[in-house]
């Protein structure tokens, strides 16, 4: 999931700088979930230390949480085996969940796997990037409904990403709800194009010396 993470950011460059949101890896949710035990056992959670590579993610140059960015784009693996799209809106705390597979847990089970992420939020926005303009209740969360559910193993990592792209777009024609399988196996193609082109041809791109 960093690949896709990479080929959107870089597709999308206009349309995120002119919403204030941002792709980003799913190294943000997997490092926050390393820290629940210990946030959880904080008496003062203000005095946390923080992972520092979570920090460079929060206060990332020109890409900095509640300056130029109020909404995150991450996808999260639920139970090692199952990726979701996030959308996380800073500014007032909610998080919407993009679902390809929406009958596989409960809202009960997936209350649970969001709930150290809904409480860990407020805490990075006050205390790492250093804004006061909400309390420290956890961000409050729901599950996009009418997506549509993709039964294929293996598809839920593309079909998330793909959701998270259709969501900066305000959820375009066939939406959420319309993707077939034809679909998937066609922007998987396209993002593997992407890829190439993004990542592995300027790698091998010769460099000039003055």
């Known amino acids: 999931m960093i690949v896709p993470m990479h080929v959107l950011g870089e597709r999308h460059k206009s349309v995120l700088l002119m919403h204030n949101s941002v792709f980003t890896t799913p190294e943000l949710t997997s490092l926050m979930l390393s820290k629940d035990r210990q946030f959880q056992a904080a008496v003062r959670k203000d005095r946390l230390r923080w992972d520092s590579r979570l920090t460079k993610l929060i206060l990332a140059p020109r890409l900095t949480w509640m300056k130029e960015v109020h909404t995150v784009y ?39 796997f969001m709930k150290p ?69 066609q922007f998987r193609r396209v993002y593997a194009m992407d890829a190439y082109k993004t990542i592995v041809l300027p790698a091998y791109q010769p460099t000039t010396t003055g």
């Not at 596989?104 to 649970?112: A, P, S, T």
């Not at 860990?120 to 205390?127: C, D, E, H, I």
């Not at 303009?133 to 990403?161: H, K, M, Y």
């Open 117 to 185: 992420i809904l409480q860990m939020l407020p805490y990075l926005v006050r205390y790492v990037a250093k804004n006061n303009a909400r309390n420290l209740s956890p961000f409050t969360w729901e599950r996009i409904p009418g997506t549509n559910e993709n039964l294929r193993s293996g598809d839920c990592g593309p079909v998330c990403a793909k959701f998270m792209e259709m969501h900066l777009h305000d959820n375009p024609y066939p939406h959420m709800s319309g993707i077939t399988d034809a679909m998937v196996d």
């Open 74 to 112: 991450t996808p999260m693996i639920w139970a090692d085996k199952h990726w979701v799209g996030l959308a996380i809106n800073l500014a007032i705390g909610h998080v919407e969940v993009m679902d390809s597979a929406p009958t596989l847990y409960d809202d009960g089970k997936v209350l649970k």
